[in-house]
């Protein structure tokens, strides 16, 4: 028999509360705020618990045992993705607030008039910015986590479930665009609205596909290359986006497979293919894009660096958020929290500095094992947070990887780290990230750290400077300069990744 009845279920510390269906999965609940499931809701994770405060939520023996496994009281705790609502609840999420890194650089090109929205389409967060065009004034921004989240925090974990069937790719493409469209419909005031002349859209290669209603399956499997990786334009009726018909969207094309146009929009943002000495950009996130080049040549590539940067597969690895140790004193180990308060667990900036730390104090060797075996693989940070030997083994992969990448470009092009007038990084990473702590654990190499620039979101920035039609060449001319290096063709990869894996390891001959 149907049950028609509704529950009231309140967020805190939020305060918010909603109705629902009975039945409704607690999982949808959360994930429109943000919450991870980087399991893609499967219950192995844990990332997506949360304390009951008040009502009951049925719990089946296996929820039970995943509850236990991860050292949750079963009288408190649930995982929001194996729970429904069958009450009134009252549950808390954990996690606090969300570091959403955004770009207010304001710019102006040529005499344009109206109004145009920049998007930048991460596979974490999605950040809309109204731009005036002819100021060049930034009128409003909204940052939110992506709610494709839901099915996977990692684009791995989206990739698999967007191949499962074409109801599945749908359900992430209409998904990803009605939030966009939330967004702008928040931002455009409709006094205004007529006079948006355009919106442009970028993104690594999985969020194209996905926006665009693509197969993701050439993504899926080697060699991992899509025959749609260009520009695709959109109508704004199509989108269901309240925006003028005569509004252009367009999402910008991607450099090859896993170079997305976000890479494309961070090459704008610093002029790469403008300067005649070379220059770096990296960014640090799960593909682990890196560009080396200068005018007329650049070369890119991406490497499986995994999510380690964002905190997942970190034993208590979290984002930039409320709560997170965002760095470790490198004398004493004192740590700093975002936000203050009692430590919830690590952030990427926090991995890399705890890592530096208890590699200084010889308690991690060059292998990356811990090397007194009585503390059980364990490294404590606070009385609640610690670094396990599991961690250090994640971060050995992400930064072999970034940094074989880094390498091998170099070499392809015949240049060394003095060659190199600025290296930029970008990502949110950057935020917190001590530039000296990451050269000294061999995530990023430079003949000086004061060739290393913090980009923060060079994706964003430059794809506001693609909201004018002055800039559009530029595409033409970055794509025809660059090519694209295949690491797993190189025949050095496996020895420079290996050595790589080493804390401040030799070169290899």
């Not at 219950?43 to 719990?59: M, P, S, T």
């Not at 091998?408 to 950057?430: A, P, R, W």
Request: charged share 20%; hydrophobic share 40%.
């Amino acid at each position: 028999m149907q049950n028609n009845q509704e529950h009231t279920v309140r967020l805190e510390p939020a305060g918010i509360e909603r109705r629902v269906p009975h039945g409704t999965s607690l999982g949808q609940i959360v994930g429109e705020q943000g919450v991870d499931f980087a399991c893609g809701g499967r219950g192995v994770c844990g990332k997506c618990r949360v304390e009951l405060l008040k009502g009951e939520v049925e719990l089946t023996e296996w929820h039970r045992t995943l509850l236990e496994r991860q050292g949750l009281s079963p009288a408190s705790w649930r995982l929001a993705c194996l729970s429904l609502v069958t009450d009134d609840l009252t549950i808390r999420i954990p996690q606090g607030e969300q570091q959403i890194l955004t770009d207010e650089t304001e710019i102006r090109l040529g005499e344009e008039t109206g109004y145009a929205l920049a998007v930048d389409l991460g596979s974490t967060t999605v950040v809309v910015q109204l731009v005036d065009l002819s100021t060049g004034k930034i009128l409003g921004s909204s940052a939110e986590l992506n709610r494709q989240s839901r099915h996977g925090a990692d684009i791995i974990s989206r990739i698999s479930y967007a191949i499962q069937g074409e109801a599945e790719r749908k359900q992430l493409s209409e998904l990803i665009r009605e939030q966009i469209g939330e967004q702008i419909a928040s931002l455009v005031q409709p006094e205004i609205r007529a006079e948006v002349r355009r919106v442009v859209l970028v993104g690594n290669s999985v969020m194209h596909h996905l926006f665009c209603d693509l197969d993701v399956t050439p993504l899926s499997a080697y060699p991992f290359q899509s025959p749609n990786n260009a520009a695709r334009r959109f109508s704004t009726d199509e989108l269901h986006w309240a925006l003028p018909a005569s509004c252009e969207v367009v999402f910008l094309p991607n450099i090859s497979h896993f170079v997305g146009s976000d890479i494309l929009a961070g090459m704008e943002s610093i002029q790469i293919h403008k300067q005649e000495k070379w220059q770096a950009l990296i960014d640090l996130g799960t593909n682990g894009e890196i560009v080396v080049g200068r005018r007329g040549e650049i070369l890119c590539t991406s490497t499986a660096a995994g999510p380690a940067f964002e905190g997942i597969n970190i034993t208590q690895g979290m984002r930039a958020v409320t709560g997170a140790i965002c760095s470790v004193n490198e004398s004493d180990g004192h740590v700093e929290v975002i936000g203050g308060g009692e430590a919830s667990g690590l952030c990427g900036s926090g991995l890399i500095d705890a890592i530096h730390y208890f590699c200084q104090q010889e308690a991690i060797d060059m292998s990356g094992s811990i090397a007194d075996e009585s503390r059980h693989g364990e490294l404590p940070l606070t009385p609640k947070v610690s670094l396990w030997e599991k961690d250090v083994r994640e971060f050995q992969l992400a930064k072999a990887a970034i940094a074989t990448g880094f390498q091998l470009l170099l070499k392809e092009l015949g240049i060394t780290t003095d060659d190199l007038e600025h290296i930029y990084v970008s990502g949110g990473l950057g935020t917190y990230l001590d530039v000296k702590h990451a050269l000294a654990v061999g995530l990023l190499q430079a003949s000086s750290p004061e060739q290393i620039r913090k980009a923060g979101n060079s994706a964003l920035a430059g794809c506001k400077l693609f909201l004018y039609r002055e800039t559009r060449p530029d595409i033409a001319e970055i794509l025809s300069a660059t090519r694209h290096f295949a690491l797993e063709a190189s025949p050095d990869f496996q020895d420079y990744y290996c050595n790589n894996l080493f804390f401040m390891p030799p070169m290899p001959e």
